[in-house]
């Protein structure tokens, strides 16, 4: 009988579902945002609406023979859960819970950036070395790491939260975990206005540009895609925002050199990928300002925003260790 997996990338802004052959070769995918609800439940069952939707196509849920979710963490890797994601209003997500109930299948749960890692190891950027990292910078930052073309993954399956490393204990930021100084506190798509409105309030209060008197105001909605939109235009603040955070990411990537010592770093995520010239290559020449290891070769995913999908495809196939919570 035909065989399907079903892969899903649980990120902090959507979600991401594709069905694949036995052989990996995705069939079809789709996606929705993460829905907000008072129940993390909804979570895990959108992800089942989805599967519904696109396995009807293909044979049905009943040819499903293996399931893999790549998540954002930190995770429980006993409980399959998300717990205390920094970028969604939850608590807890119980995905493990909720979904070995519904197939007959092997359950598979990775963090979104290890199961990119393993993506760009097999067919990405690092398909050609043996030490690859890959960072997301997305609703927050991320990463995973190969070493020594092994999937790091630390005793309890979170290594390389290194949203979370500390970059400034002087402005002191509140990250969405709760804690101060986070990485992701200042370059994370969700943190990026509340930092901007900060910088245009105290250390630019001189600066006069639209998006600064809008940060001021305080009555108009600034996401991280208008902060880049009024850079492309010019704007004085927007541009000086943008050379901060630059800097900031450059420290977060630096500590990444000099902690792995990676071969190639790969950058994907939302806030990267739209804007490779003014996120990734910014970053670059405070990378080398910074890290005393020599500097990797560093690179905008070839995979694209589907690089955490595609890795959970390839680890139904081959799962990592610590990832597996059901066998039919």
């Known amino acids: 009988m035909r065989e399907l997996i079903l892969a899903a990338d649980i990120g902090g802004t959507l979600i991401r579902v594709a069905i694949a052959d036995s052989q990996g070769r995705i069939l079809e995918k789709a996606s929705t945002p993460v829905p ?3 129940d993390a439940k909804v979570v895990p069952m959108k992800v089942l609406e989805l599967c519904d939707a696109l396995s009807a196509k293909h044979g049905g849920r009943r040819l499903i023979s293996k399931v893999s979710i790549a998540a954002i963490g930190p995770l429980d890797m006993t409980k399959g859960a998300i717990i205390r994601p920094a970028n969604m209003p939850y608590n807890m997500v119980p995905i493990a819970d909720v979904l070995r109930d519904y197939f007959d299948a092997t359950l598979i749960i990775l963090n979104d950036c290890n199961a990119a890692a393993i993506a760009e190891k097999r067919i990405g950027a690092g398909k050609n070395v043996d030490d690859v990292v890959y960072i997301t910078m997305s609703s927050g930052i991320g990463g995973g790491v190969v070493l020594d073309g092994r999937l790091l993954l630390g005793k309890d399956g979170n290594a390389a939260e290194i949203g979370h ?19 992701e506190a200042y370059c994370g798509g969700n943190s ?3 930092f901007a409105k900060f910088l245009a309030e105290s250390k630019y209060d001189n600066v006069n540009s639209t998006l600064a008197r809008k ?7 600034v996401s991280a895609k208008d902060i880049f939109n009024y850079a492309r235009a010019g704007d004085e603040f927007a541009l000086i925002f943008i050379n901060t955070i630059a800097e900031i990411n450059g420290a977060g990537v630096a500590n990444v050199v000099d902690t792995f010592d990676p071969s190639v770093i790969s950058i994907g995520g939302s806030v990267a990928l739209n804007n490779v010239d003014l996120v990734v290559e910014k970053l670059k020449p405070f990378v080398e300002q910074y890290a005393i290891n020599r500097v990797p070769d560093i690179v905008p995913t070839p995979l694209g925003h589907d690089a955490p999908l595609i890795g959970a495809v390839l680890a139904a196939m081959d799962p990592p260790p610590k990832s597996v919570f059901k066998t039919p």
Do not use: F, N, Q, Y
């Open 165 to 183: 490393t500390v970059v400034d204990m002087s402005i002191g930021m509140v990250c969405g975990c709760g804690k101060k100084g986070h990485w």
């Open 36 to 38: 907000k609800a008072s």
């Open 192 to 194: 990026m206005p509340k």
């Open 215 to 221: 940060l001021r105001e305080g009555t108009h909605t």
